[in-house]
């Protein structure tokens, strides 16, 4: 018995440091964000309390609701994105020719900063001299667009850089799972007359689906609270049309000094992620398996 209790203190003592970080960089930042939102505050002199009258400008101002239509938009394409990914997953499994290079290079997107990856694509998006207007007139375009002036394309141009981004990590997964499946059951797939195809839709990826599960969820999490390339690359515009909840948030906390109604949105977003990630675990996980 005491032997037992020994084991829970040392087990306590070991975990104590990152419960400690969690609480602190974590749990207190949020609890003091609901709290801010109940205050008018510029950031800098006294507080005062208005009760839920941020949390309610918030439920009727268009402007988030915009930014959280452009967040939502940005979720799906990069779940859809994961289709992408997957295959490409099973292309760096496979013994298929150009593999072995494949496997060399999608990580590099990983390797840079969101600040690189922005300005390399600003350049690749400059109307006068960016490589891709460049390549447009050489086929005859006369007119490329202002990809990231243009309201009507603004927010797919990010979307673009935003998917490359973090191509890598959801390929690594994916590669990650695969190479996990027993080599024996694809063998007597083999033996039995399975083409490739079949395996892959048969065998490897339900095989999979538990990491498919995991992945989704972690596109659509990421995707609502995604701000640092978009903040970059447009700070939101043109007027707003690349807008989404965390730049939004940002503005209005360290922009406009409107800390109260920042902390109130900022609020918002987490409690619309954390609707959406219980809906999405709910559809994606099988039924057995939810525990609540």
Known sequence: MNKVMSNKLLIALYISPALLLVLVLVFIPLILSGYYGLMEWDGIGDKTFIGLENYINGLQDMKFWSSAYHSFLLAIFSTLSLGIY??????????????????????????????????LWIKVYNPSNGILNVFLKQIGV??????????????????????WQYAGFYILIYYAALKNIPESLIEAARIDGAS?????????????????????????VGSLKYFDLIYVMTSGGPNGASEVMASYMYKLAFSSYNFGYGSAIGFLLLIITLIVTFIVRKLTTPKERIEY
């Open 142 to 163: 006369e007119n490329p667009p202002a990809w990231l002036a243009d309201p009507s394309l603004v927010l797919f141009a990010i979307f673009i850089p935003i998917l």
């Open 196 to 220: 490739a195809f079949q395996i892959a839709t048969k065998i490897k990826l339900p095989l999979i689906k538990e990491v498919v599960s995991v992945t989704v969820v972690l596109a659509i």
């Open 86 to 119: 997957l295959t490409i997953s099973f292309i760096l499994a496979s013994k298929i020719k150009g593999s072995d290079l494949l496997r060399k290079i999608y990580l590099i997107p990983m390797l840079l900063s969101s600040v690189a990856i922005a300005q």
